[in-house]
């Protein structure tokens, strides 16, 4: 039986539309019920939980600026309402959505908004499936970018660009979208579209059958392939792209292959494997369950036997079909706690691993060790820190009882977000913002909070639905 997050077993988790009447207004053009300043503050305040009030206006800010600020009426080819991720970036990516999402689905109205945000990606998987060869059919890309985009984006290339996916958490995000609001209709939609992008992956980046997933694009450009995880890790600097091994040499068959298998994806891979199975259950498709569940068996087995090290005290990539070790860890070597990979020895000697110099950063936790070459500070995904892998790490020890060490990253991830404004990364020794201000998927440094991941003095939750009673 796959263990069941934390967040699910919260009574407090589902919120329905009845706990806040007369808030709502109609559907609107970009099929939400839209909010107001005061209908916000009214709606959050009915929602969470804190004496704190700091804590709530960051929650009120957070909300307005991550959340609701980055939703997007529809715009050929996305047909439903979408959502952004900040900055310069106009078009709906895969994996930061999903960060947004989990909040938005807090609030009650937001249902038909967000099943258009997923079906979205299932328009996509059409679309693809119609143009391209069998091997490839199942992809959704990193984006879907309206036609004409001002950043240059032009969403009727999508044939051609970016033809390469994202860390494939789309099945994570639907499962806690579903905890939230309870939709069903959501699952029934997207289940089928789901298990094919599954397939996809494992069919498409784990070449060699072993259960590993790398990174790849069918462009055959090395540096797009790296746009399916953290951009520029230094566990890829050796990437080489080659052509699928079991297959004949030809149009449908070029170097579109990346030949390092990274911890990361592989972890998000295969806690989207276990959602996927957990939502399966629910809708009572059993075959689909045990597909998925066979699939993070194999997958938990590969990556303890190939990835873990012991000098590293976390798992590390490795380039196929060798199985060598690539000896440079990054942040995505803690990822398989939040999948549930690691045994408890391995996730012990992981929370010291992170308490170690190396790791243990006045901002932590950095994207590279200190002891790295490359390692700088403020540096992209080469020693700054980022918000949303935070959270997700913080969880992940969390989930094996390491409380103590997942509130360490979390509350100084809360208190340096409070101290210089919510970004999309900071530097890892001075806390300094860095990158896009505001950017939709630094939400997480609330989904911290309301998750319990953080210490008692950042105590910020979500109403259990039999409280009443006005917020502190």
């Excluded at 240059?152 to 979208?177: C, H, I, N, T």
């Excluded at 972890?267 to 629910?282: D, F």
């Excluded at 060790?369 to 700088?376: G, I």
Aim: with cysteine; hydrophobic share 40%; proline share 7%.
């Amino acid at each position: 039986m796959i263990p069941r997050r934390t967040f699910l077993a919260q009574a407090g988790a589902t919120v329905c539309a009845a706990m806040l009447p007369g808030l709502l207004r109609g559907q609107s053009g970009v099929g939400h019920a839209e909010l107001g300043p005061a209908e916000l503050d009214a709606q959050l305040r009915s929602l969470l939980v804190t004496a704190n009030p700091q804590l709530y206006a960051f929650a009120i800010h957070v909300y307005a600026t991550c959340v609701l600020g980055k939703i997007r009426a529809p715009a050929a080819p996305l047909r439903q309402a979408w959502i952004v991720p900040g900055g310069g970036y106009y078009a709906q990516w895969l994996w930061d959505t999903m960060f947004v999402a989990d909040l938005l689905s807090l609030l009650p109205g937001q249902t038909e908004l967000l099943r258009g945000v997923f079906r979205n990606y299932w328009d996509f998987q059409r679309r693809w499936d119609a143009a391209k060869p069998d091997e490839m059919h199942g992809m959704i890309a990193n984006f879907i970018a309206p036609d004409g985009a001002p950043d240059g984006r032009d969403g009727k290339q999508w044939r051609k660009f970016p033809a390469y996916s994202q860390a494939p958490l789309l099945a994570w995000g639907m499962e806690r979208v579903f905890a939230r609001n309870g939709d069903l209709q959501l699952l029934r939609e997207g289940l089928a579209p789901l298990e094919q992008f599954h397939e996809w992956y494992w069919r498409e980046r784990d070449i060699y059958g072993v259960g590993l997933v790398g990174v790849g694009a069918y462009s055959g450009d090395a540096q797009q392939a790296r746009y399916e995880t953290y951009d520029k890790e230094v566990d890829l600097d050796g990437l080489r792209m080659v052509p699928h091994p079991g297959r004949p040499h030809g149009p449908n068959n070029g170097p579109w292959y990346g030949d390092i298998a990274i911890p990361a994806n592989t972890a998000y891979l295969l806690l989207s494997e276990q959602a996927l199975a957990r939502m399966a259950t629910t809708r009572g498709d059993r075959a689909m369950a045990d597909r998925r569940t066979a699939r993070y068996a194999k997958g938990v087995a590969a990556v303890r036997e190939h990835m873990w090290d012991e000098n590293a005290g976390c798992f590390l990539a490795v380039r196929v079909p060798t199985l060598e070790k690539i000896r440079r860890p990054t942040v995505g070597g803690f990822m398989p706690l939040l999948a549930q990979i690691a045994s408890d020895e391995q996730a012990r000697a992981m929370a010291a691993t992170l308490a170690s110099p190396a790791w243990a950063t006045p901002l932590p936790i950095p994207t590279v060790a200190r002891t790295d070459p490359q390692f700088h500070s403020g540096e992209f995904w080469r020693g700054d820190v980022w918000p949303a892998p935070n959270y997700q790490i913080a969880g992940g020890l969390a989930a094996y009882g390491l409380h103590d060490a997942a509130s360490r990253i979390a509350d100084s991830t809360v208190q340096n977000a409070l101290n210089v404004g919510v970004s999309e990364r900071y530097d890892s020794l001075s806390g300094a913002p860095l990158g896009v201000s505001g950017l939709g998927m630094s939400a997480t440094v609330v989904t911290m909070m309301l998750d319990g991941l953080t210490s008692a003095r950042f105590d910020l939750r979500v109403r259990p639905r039999t409280e009443s009673g006005p917020r502190s």
